[in-house]
């Protein structure tokens, strides 16, 4: 059994429904240098349950704590500054700022959580030579490094990623996954996916399959 005080996050409980059930009862932990994958058919919450432990949606039942906090309870403002400075979420959509370079954006994230543009990063994720196109210009997989790489810099104690690698081809999905997994352990930190991938899911410590409204451990 892990210990707890390499926890990084926990949930209780947690149920959620929108016009119908998605999921009930869930128990959930991310621990340091742990990779979670969670595989699912559309529709069955995976996306709604990374939100719920990624601070962007309240439960409608259980608790997620953080650091032995319960996050829904803090006020708006210690919510933010751990979705600012301690949580990195990377969304299938890239959500770039259109208009602006590689390095701007970049640079707004630098900015904005008070890191340095990590280089060595850059290189990991092979953006290097866009630097100074505009991100309209770079590919679907170009784009998504860029997107990977604006919220490592960050430096995250965890990072979440919904279906990250879906529009990428096999060397460009395997590359991505090994960035975040190296990073996870190098920082002592947590990686939660969902995916429909089982290959990418298999790269992770642990797996689960959402089913019939429960987590259920899988081996790949």
């Known amino acids: 059994m892990k210990e707890s005080s390499q926890i990084l996050l926990s949930a ?29 058919i559309s529709g069955s919450g995976k996306s709604t349950l990374l939100h719920i432990l990624a601070t962007l949606l309240k439960p409608q039942k259980g608790t997620v704590s953080f650091e032995h906090k319960d996050m829904y309870t803090l006020k708006d403002k210690q919510l933010l500054e751990i979705r600012r400075n301690q949580i990195g979420i990377i969304f299938q959509s890239h959500y770039l700022f259109k208009g602006f370079s590689v390095l701007e954006n970049l640079k707004i994230s630098s900015l904005i959580s008070n890191k340095k543009v990590d280089t060595s990063l850059i290189e990991k994720l092979k953006i290097t030579p866009t630097l100074k196109q505009n991100v309209a210009e770079l ?13 490592m810099i960050k430096k995250p104690k965890l990072i979440f990623a919904d279906e990250p690698t879906g529009n990428l081809d096999r060397e460009t999905a395997n590359d991505i996954m090994d960035v975040m997994l190296e990073y996870t352990k190098e920082n002592n930190g947590g990686l939660f996916i969902v995916t429909h991938d089982e290959k990418i899911a298999a790269k992770c410590n642990t797996i689960y399959r959402l089913k019939d409204k429960r987590l259920v451990p899988v081996i790949l």
């Open 139 to 151: 590919s679907g997989g170009q784009q998504q490094r860029v997107s990977i790489a604006r919220v």
């Open 12 to 40: 209780k409980n947690l149920s959620h429904s929108f016009d119908y059930p998605l999921f009930h009862d869930i128990d959930i932990a991310i621990h340091k240098r742990e990779s979670i994958a969670v595989l699912g």
